[in-house]
């Protein structure tokens, strides 16, 4: 299951939209002798790596049609192709040549193969070689198909989102345009409101009528988490009960990653409250956070309601989970908001700042804060 930054969430559900869930759109898969480092001349030479993009000709009027250029995000590439059908709806109204480009380090464009995530190669996993990356596959396949003249717009969603915006500023002889969908730019600087992601989960859960009693439900279902956790091996496994786990709470500091495991589900699927079942993150059924909320309030026993809308998330739409694993199914790492790539745990410890945790004033969650301090120890 892919795991993806999580951005600013109704924005994102705008980009990601779907005619039709699973939706199939035609593309062939090419690769880009991209350089490996554009701005040393003298740490790699000339050396290249196979840089993978899609693309899409059956929409194009050739020549000046412009051509829509999606910049890969922290996944493998055709997951952004497969649920962004925003560029494939339009393509066809502008005549458009659609470029999914896939980003360094992941996917199929591993700078340097199975040996990227070493210690002396992951260096270059940096935004300034993504958006050179990108600047210079835009031009090279302009050339190619001989299309100097057509105009290019940049799409991303998320830290795709970004992306999109960042080439348009560093690379404005590139692309006339960029659409950036849920790109947190200034959260990602550092700056601006860092509680402003879990107060969004928290709102977009409070706005299911059909449940009103959701998030306070929730909140009872913190609360009975952690009164049961005091009382020794009896509380201990009747949480584990709930929540259905393999290996039944031992300690502390297992209740610690249970509650984290509750929040990234919850948080996760407010990102992904798609009106039609999607794939995208996890195989869920439409309006999931409504789902959730569904299973949450249908419970007499708000602990169990809780279990059963978390479950949700990791197990999905006809599951094949037989237990919980809380450890498999969500590792820490330095992105509160979840991780699950070697590729982004970096790149959250170095150039993308991400929120901190929860406290329980602005958000649905019980405390659990996160430093820098912090961030910088759950490095993997
Ligand atoms: C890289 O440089 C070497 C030595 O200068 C040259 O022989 C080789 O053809 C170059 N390779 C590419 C792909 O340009
Ligand atoms: C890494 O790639 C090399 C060369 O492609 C291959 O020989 C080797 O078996 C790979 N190692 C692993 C652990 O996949
Ligand atoms: C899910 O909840 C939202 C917010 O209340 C509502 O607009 C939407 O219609 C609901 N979807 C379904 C299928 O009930
Ligand atoms: C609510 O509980 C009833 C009785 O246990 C069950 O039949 C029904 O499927 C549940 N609904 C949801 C949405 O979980
Ligand atoms: C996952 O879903 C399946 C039904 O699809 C169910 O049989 C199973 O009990 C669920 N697993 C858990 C841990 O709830």
């Given amino acids: 299951m892919a795991r993806l930054f999580q951005a600013t969430i109704p924005v994102l559900l705008a980009l990601y939209s779907l005619p039709f869930a699973m939706a199939d759109y035609p593309y062939k898969t090419m690769y880009f002798d991209q350089t490996i480092d554009h701005f040393n001349f003298k740490s790699h030479g000339n050396q290249t790596f196979k840089q993978r993009y899609l693309i899409t000709e059956d929409y194009w009027k050739g020549g000046s049609y412009p051509i829509f250029v999606y910049t890969g995000n922290e996944a493998d590439i055709t997951l952004f192709l497969q649920n962004t059908g925003f560029l494939y709806d339009i393509a066809p109204q502008f005549g458009a040549l659609v470029i999914f480009a896939e980003h360094r380090y992941y996917g199929e464009s591993l700078p340097f193969g199975n040996q990227s995530y070493t210690a002396g190669n992951v260096g270059l996993l940096a935004i300034e070689q993504v958006l050179a990356d990108y600047a210079t596959l835009i031009q090279g396949v302009k050339k190619q198909l001989k299309a100097d003249n057509a105009p290019v717009v940049a799409f991303g969603g998320s830290y795709g989102g970004m992306l999109s915006a960042y080439l348009r500023f560093k690379y404005p002889n590139v ?206």
């Fill in 175 to 380: 692309v006339v345009g960029a659409i950036s969908s849920g790109g947190p730019i200034i959260s990602a600087a550092g700056i601006g409101s860092q509680t402003y992601y879990f107060e969004d989960v928290t709102k977009i859960f409070n706005s299911v009528e059909a449940s009103p009693r959701c998030v306070p439900t929730i909140k009872q279902g913190f609360a009975k988490i952690s009164e049961l956790a005091m009382q020794g091996r009896a509380g201990l496994d009747q949480i584990s009960n709930a929540f259905r786990l393999c290996n039944p709470l031992q300690t502390q500091s297992q209740v610690h990653h249970l509650l984290l495991w509750i929040r990234n589900s919850l948080a996760t699927l407010t990102t992904v409250n798609y009106p039609y079942p999607a794939a995208f993150e996890g195989n869920l059924p439409a309006w999931p956070v409504n789902v959730s909320c569904a299973m949450i309030t249908n419970s007499s026993d708000p602990l169990q309601g809780l279990a059963d809308g978390s479950i949700l998330f990791y197990n999905g739409t006809h599951g094949s989970l037989k237990c919980i694993d809380i450890y498999g199914e969500l590792m820490e790492c330095s992105d509160a908001t979840g991780c699950g790539s070697q590729g982004w745990d970096y790149q959250v410890c170095t150039e993308v700042t991400r929120p901190a945790g929860t406290n329980g004033v602005t958000d649905m969650f019980p405390s659990l804060p996160f430093t820098e301090k912090m961030r910088e120890r759950t490095i993997v």
